[in-house]
């Protein structure tokens, strides 16, 4: 499975952002999908993820009610709407899967990784 995730730029405070990841492998509908992102000096954190069905996702709580995760098998292609953005959501994303269709929030269940999109809130 490869990932090339797309979509970030420069955004002010409030403002919205839509980040692609683009799939490529037959595994793609069979896997849970996710978020991460990691800015600056920290650690990679758990943003978001959806089942291989579209049915369920789970949010981090510092992006609940602001960002949607949602997914388009038939294109092959993660999605995640970013609305209300603030400057703490400044980050480099990454969409991960893993090939073992495990359900999961840690970034060590992950051995697929896209190569990073950066975003950049300004106040």
């Known amino acids: 499975v490869q990932l090339q995730a797309s979509g970030g730029g420069l955004v002010q405070s409030g403002g919205s952002l839509r980040l692609s990841c683009a799939a490529s492998?037959?595994?793609?509908?069979?896997?849970?999908m996710a978020w991460f992102r990691q800015a600056p000096g920290k650690e990679r954190d758990f943003v978001a993820v959806?089942?291989?069905?579209?049915?369920?996702?789970s949010y981090a709580d510092s992006v609940k009610g602001r960002f949607t995760i949602s997914r388009d098998n038939a294109k092959k292609t993660l999605y995640l709407q970013m609305n209300s953005l603030k400057p703490e959501d400044t980050a480099v994303y990454y969409c991960a899967t893993n090939s073992r269709g495990i359900w999961s929030t840690r970034v060590g269940q992950y051995d697929y990784w896209g190569q990073g999109t950066q975003v950049t809130v300004s106040s």
């Open positions: 959806i089942s291989s069905n579209a049915v369920v996702a």
């Open positions: 492998g037959r595994a793609f509908t069979t896997s849970s």
